[in-house]
C-alpha cells in the first residue's frame, strides 16, 4: 500500500471512528433526556388557588391544590406557561375544574421547577378531570 492509499485510508477511518462517537453521544443524550423528563403523577386532587403573574414569564399561572395525593417533588403545586403549546385550552380546564370543584390529576415535570419562586411548583406536562 502506497503512502497516498494509507492517508485516504486513514482519513476514511477517522470519519468513521468520528461518526460513531457522534452518534453514541447523540444516543446517550437523547436517551438521558426522555428519563429525565418523564412526568411525575398526582392522585386525583382539588385545586385550592389559580395565581396568575401577568408581568412574569408573560402572564405564568401557579396552581395550588389540597395536600392529598400530591407529588413530594412538586410540594408547592403547580405551574403554566403561556409558551406552552395548549396554554389557553389547559387554562380553561383548569379553570372549568376550579370553578366546579371537580378533581384533576396531573402529570408534572419534577425536574421543570418554576423560576418566579424557591417554592417548588412542578411545570404542568398533562391534566385529567375527574367528576
Known sequence: ????????YLRKMKVK??????FICLLALSTSMAFS???ATSGY?????LITFPEYGDGDVIVKVDDG????E??????LSPNQN??????????SAFQAGNNVKIHAHTSQLWPGS???????YQIYLKR
Open 17 to 22: 471512528l468520528s461518526l460513531n462517537l457522534l
Open 45 to 49: 386532587i382539588t385545586i385550592q388557588e
Open 1 to 8: 500500500m502506497d503512502s497516498q492509499t494509507r492517508s485516504r
Open 86 to 95: 395548549g396554554f389557553n385550552s389547559n387554562l380553561s380546564f383548569l379553570l
Open 74 to 79: 412538586c410540594a408547592d403545586g403547580f405551574w
Open 69 to 72: 395525593a400530591s407529588i413530594a
Open 118 to 124: 424557591s417554592g417548588k411548583y412542578c411545570k404542568i
Open 37 to 39: 423528563s418523564t412526568p
